[in-house]
């Protein structure tokens, strides 16, 4: 079982930047994955990014390559998005996803564990 505990949302201008947290507690291996996916109101929730945490391959949506980067801390089970150039068209539910074993690591339907979300508002 796992459990993940978001942090680090809130209000920046845009062309700003904010850093997201995501530390996992409970039953964790060596070969899960973690990502992050967002939903704005009135949209589907999309795939941001996700890293495979021991080889540390990184995916990107081409939306935010380029301007956010995700990096892991192993020792303490954090995964971190940096978001940089930040614009409107960010603003929204930031939510934290991991699982084992995962495949697709683009695809919200492949992780079953999913932290609380936390808002993310850029103002022009």
């Known amino acids: 079982q796992v459990q993940l505990v978001e942090s680090g949302g809130g209000l920046v201008q845009a062309g700003g930047s904010l850093r997201l947290s995501c530390a996992a507690s409970?039953?964790?291996?060596?070969?899960?994955?973690m990502g992050w996916f967002r939903q704005a109101p009135g949209l589907e929730r999309e795939f941001v990014a996700a890293?495979?945490?021991?080889?540390?391959?990184?995916y990107y949506a081409d939306s935010v390559k380029g301007r956010f980067a995700i990096s892991r801390d192993n020792a303490k089970n954090t995964v971190y998005l940096l978001m940089n150039s930040l614009k409107p068209e960010d603003t929204a539910v930031y939510y934290c996803?991991?699982?084992?074993?995962?495949?697709?690591?683009?695809?919200?339907?492949?992780?079953?564990?999913w932290g609380q979300g936390t808002q993310v508002t850029v103002s022009s």
């Open positions: 890293i495979r945490w021991t080889s540390g391959t990184t």
């Open positions: 409970g039953r964790t291996f060596s070969g899960y994955a």
């Open positions: 996803a991991a699982g084992f074993g995962i495949v697709l690591v683009t695809t919200n339907d492949e992780y079953p564990y």
